[in-house]
Every structure is written in structure tokens, then in C-alpha cells.
């Protein structure tokens, strides 16, 4: 989900939810500033509005609203502020007295646009954190509340599920001291407010990335944030996904994911979202650059599809019909299932792991990068049986540890469903997307792990917060496979707090 500050953005129709893996993760933008300090008392204005491409609902996932209700959204100068820390800026006073309850998931009327948060005058300067406050699931006596709750007696933040059955979203710290867009996950830099202008900002909350599903079946939020300055004469970035032969859209889970390549070479993703049933697809509102755009799909018989690559998009363009290419033969997509662990050093730690799937690519005339692959799901047909992704465990248990695991560990096991088949590279140019095709060979994966504190607000745990694995457990190269399973050699965790 992204929240758009704007005041080009039109109001939604909706209720606020979290989610990709569950709920929601939130990206704010703003603009790049050398700048650390506000500047005397000169004044600039923030407007605030909140959008989100939801991928994670029905017949992606179990979810077919996600809730949330936004009390309060803060900015600070100090890359370095806590949650204690003086000078918190407030974007959306208006929501003090006034909550918003918003769904993820539902559909935007305009500008990609769900809801209006609300704005405010802040002082001149370099704003480096945001963060998103929440209205407690029981809130102290006399709170506001919103004058109507989806969520039906399970608090004020909630998902429901394609049964219909409504489900508390539990917050730990989140309704206290905000869900955080530390300066590392604002695009382009911190938030620069500058003296009688007005600021367009746009956070992007990732819902589908930010439930965990607990052992005992409850939901945990564990969100997962981006944001970026957005300028009103960008339209974002927009295609249509179709069958490389019939030229038709592809019936069945198409996903589509905007990404940019950070400091390793590893493609991350900013948004992610579901083609429409014409294979339609956009992403707006975006903050100024280019953008690698990726795809993957697995149709109604769980036939899938080569992972497509368009790299170099700058925002504004229409990319337009992008083949995928059917993977011919496969009855089902791949399966990389492993063991995440986590320690102390000395005794047993509790985290939050999130997963991705990278490929590597080569672009022609570009640098060589890995792309995060959208992560699919197999539909139960016949006697295939239904297997979902889980982009995030919780790492809390000692009764699920595989043989050889280190000693005091909790462990957790996760699944990934992923193409048996290398990637469509495009590279985009004025004069359209020029692709190379896919190379022959084995489909080699390398699984990315990163460990969080829970119900922190994302803040990193574990020495280092990020492990990965490119073997399977005879210790070969992790290959995938159609319709096959084959088992990531396990992620361990130590130093965890």
C-alpha cells in the first residue's frame, strides 16, 4: 500500500488493510535534502494521502480485507530520533480527534488513491523518518475511535478472511510509538520541505508483506514500509500482461512487482500487485527515477510462467503489452521449501524472518543484477494439493526444528513457490522493450532471508540481520524444478536480541 501526499490525490472509498503477506507495510516519500536540520522558522506544507496495490487477496491469498486506523503520521529531521526522542512532526493533525479506519484492499477511485490522510505546515528542513501511528485494539477510555469499526468487537485493526470470518490484527508497540520508514527505506532520499511550497508524499504500505500468521492461528502485524517524494506530473508506471502466443491475458494469479536495484546488486521490492482480469496493471503514485518492473504468473491449471524482467522504466510510461512466455511441459510451479533458525548465541531468540526469491539476470548493455521474484501460489486441482508462499514466519518454536540444527534454537520452516524456469529479460528505450530470451540450463535461486525484532516496526534483528542460500541440503546448487520440491539448505540465525 503506499500513502500519497498530495494534493493532486483524490479521496478514496475505503476502509484501510494491511497486507501482502498479510497486511500492510507502508512507504512514505519525501524529497532529497543535504540538509539535517529544520531551518529557522520558515514553514513548507506536507499533504498526505494513502494508497495500495493489494496482491495477497483471494485467489492470491486467504485475505479479503485488511483493516487498519491510522490515529497519527509523524515525520523527524534526526536519522537517529527514537521513539521517545522531542521534535516529531505531525503531518495529519486532523486525525487526532478524528481516526481513520482504512482497507487495504479495497479499490481506489482515482489516482490510485485511498484514502486522504489529512496535512499540515511543518518547519523548513530535512525530515529522515516517518512513522504511522495506530489506534489500539482496546484503546484507554475516551480515545477517539472511529464513528464506525469493520472490524465488528476483534479491535480496530483486523483482517478478514474469504470465509468472511473477522480476525483481531495484533499490534504490540505500533499503536505507541508508530510502524517506522527508518531513512534507508525512503526512495531517493529524506523528505526536504522547503519555505511556502507544498510537498507531495507517498507511503507505501506493503500489506501483503506485513501479517504473520502465529503458530496458534492468530494474525501479527509485522509491517513493512517504503515511501518517496511523488510529484504530480507523474503517472506511474502501467502495462498489460499477456500470454506470449495467444497474445490474450493469462486466466489465473498474475503478479507484478516494482522494484530498484540497492548497493549489492539485488533488485528490492517497492510495491507489489495483482494484473486485473485484462492483465492491466499500474502503479502510481511513484516518486521521480526508473524502475525494474517484474513479473510471473501461474494460470488457472497451474501451468506457470518464465519470470519477465523489464528493467530501466522511467515513471510515466505505459509499457504497453509484455509477453510472458508459458513454461512448456510444467504441470506446477516450482516448490523451495527450507529451515529458518534463530539464537541468542546462547539460548533460543523469537523473530520475524521475511523471505525473497532472486534470480540473477544479466540486461543487455546493463548491470548484472538478481531480481526478487514475485512469490505464487499452487491451486488445488485434482490431486495437486493447494501450497501457498510464506513470504514471513515467526521464528518461535523449538518443535519444528530439522535434524543438525544448532543447539537452543527456535526454528520455523517456510515455502516458496517460485518458476522452474529463467527469466525474460526486456530492456526498456524510447523506442519500446527490446527482450532477450531466456537461458537454457538449470534454474538456479538464491533464498534471501532477513530477520526482524517483533512487532517492532521492522527494526532489524540478528548479527547480521541478512543470511541467504543458494544450496540445497546435499549442498548443490539450488536448483528449481517443476512440480517438485526440493529442500533450501537451512538459514541460521545467531546474535538475535
Known sequence: MSFSIGRWAKQHAGALTIGCSLVAAIALVVACSGSSQMQ????????????????????????????????????????????????????????????????????PQTNCVLAQLGSASLPVGSYQQIRLLLVANSPAAGAPTPSSNACAGNGFNCVVLSDNSIHELQLSSQDNTGLKIPPGQIVGGPIQVTAGQSIDLNIDFNACASIVVEGNGTYRLKPTLTAGQVSANNSGIGGQVVDSLTKAPIAGNVLVAIEQTDSTGVDRILMQTAADANGNFRFCPLPTGTFDIVIDAVDVNNVPYNATAVVNVPNGTNLNAIPLIAETGATAPAVLQGFVTATTGAAAATADVAFAALQGVTPSGLTARQISVPLESIKAIAATPAVSSTDAVSVESTTNCPTGAPANANCAQYTLVVPASNPNV??????????????SGDVLFTVDAKAFVPLSGSTKDCTPPENTSSKDTNSQPLKA???????????????CS
Open 40 to 107: 529557522g522558522s520558515a514553514m513548507g506544507t506536507v499533504v498526505v494521502s494513502l494508497s495500495d496495490p493489494p496482491s495477497c487477496m483471494p485467489p492470491n491469498g486467504s485475505f479479503t480485507h485488511v483493516f487498519v486506523t491510522v490515529r497519527s503520521v509523524q515525520a523527524h529531521i534526526d536519522p537517529n530520533a527514537d521513539n521517545n526522542s522531542s521534535g516529531w512532526q505531525e503531518l495529519a493533525p486532523q486525525l487526532a480527534s478524528q481516526p481513520m479506519q482504512i482497507d487495504l484492499f479495497s479499490a
Open 481 to 495: 524444478i517443476a512440480a517438485t520440491t526440493t529442500n533450501v539448505a537451512r538459514i541460521d540465525f545467531s546474535g
Open 426 to 439: 526486456g530492456v526498456f528505450s524510447s523506442s519500446g522493450v527490446s527482450y532477450t530470451a531466456p537461458a
